[in-house]
């Protein structure tokens, strides 16, 4: 073998060998998109709730919609269909759009959210007195509102905690939905069940979330306005997914080039006779 041959045949065993572990890494390698990646190594147990928080917490979560392009009556009455349909999806955990429903959670973790027996216990004496008062309440115009609750919150805690909780300034309500200040758009929050960094999840809720808004919009005439934390993460996915995509692509056109160049030094050395 001459030693343009023998050189030929390294530089083709060197190329072969580079073309494997290319091949390689493109089958084993995993990218992420979870941009939490991107922040420092958390080193403590509360650095950790927060790195929690930050993907997995309520506010990762959260969408604020604002419906405009038609009058308060019509914004109204759509917000209110919008966050029925909303409800009905699998991917939001919560709705609200100022009507008085109660959220079933709330409901459910009633007497553990209450700070009503924070000093004081919940015993037969108490309970007494509270039905005495829910008994006087049945005959006062606040019967209808108050019958259906009565049996399984009979010391209303769930006035409790919205009292509690009641903010000092709420939104502007117009025919109980919530409005801006200027009564222009009617406003609605809405939290996903996918954590904020889970760009899939949340591609589905945008996704569940637009197919609802099209179905109240017929005719075209409002438009939905949607911001959150949901939406800059969508966008760096997006911008990631895009690098990784030109990287892969731009390496599967390197490993071509490879086998192209392996199959001319296998035809040089036929030509040859090695």
Do not use: C
Not at 144 to 171: N, V
Request: glycine fraction near 8%; charge should be negative.
């Amino acid at each position: 073998m001459s030693g343009d041959a023998r050189a030929l045949a390294w530089f083709g065993l060197w190329l072969g060998v580079l073309g494997v572990l290319l091949a390689v890494v493109l089958h084993s390698l995993r990218l992420s998109t979870d941009l939490r990646y991107f922040l420092p190594r958390p080193e403590s147990p509360a650095q950790t709730l927060v790195m929690e928080g930050i993907g997995e917490g309520p506010a990762a979560r959260l969408l604020l919609l604002a419906l405009e392009g038609g009058d308060a009556a019509d914004l109204a009455q759509a917000s209110h269909a919008l966050a029925g349909r909303l409800r009905r999806e699998p991917e939001f955990l919560l709705v609200a759009n100022g009507s008085s429903d109660i959220p079933a959670w709330l409901i459910e973790y009633r007497y553990l959210l209450t700070p009503s027996f924070d000093h004081r216990p919940l015993d037969a004496a108490y309970l007494r007195s509270a039905l005495g008062e829910r008994l006087q309440d049945l005959a006062s115009p606040a019967a209808p509102a108050l019958e259906s609750l009565i049996p399984s919150d009979p010391t209303l805690e769930i006035a409790t905690i919205a009292s509690a909780w009641a903010q000092r300034k709420s939104p502007r309500t117009i025919d109980g939905a919530w409005f801006d200040s200027a009564g222009r758009q009617a406003l609605l929050l809405v939290e996903t069940k996918a954590a904020g960094f889970d760009p899939d999840g949340q591609q589905e809720a945008l996704a569940a979330l637009d197919s609802a808004f099209k179905k109240g919009n017929g005719d075209g005439r409002l438009r939905m306005i949607v911001s959150g934390l949901v939406f800059l993460v969508g966008g760096a996915v997006f911008l990631i997914r895009h690098v990784i995509e030109q990287a892969e692509l731009k390496s599967r056109e390197k490993l071509l080039e490879i086998e192209l160049r392996l199959a001319e030094l296998a035809e040089g050395l036929k030509a040859k006779g090695v």
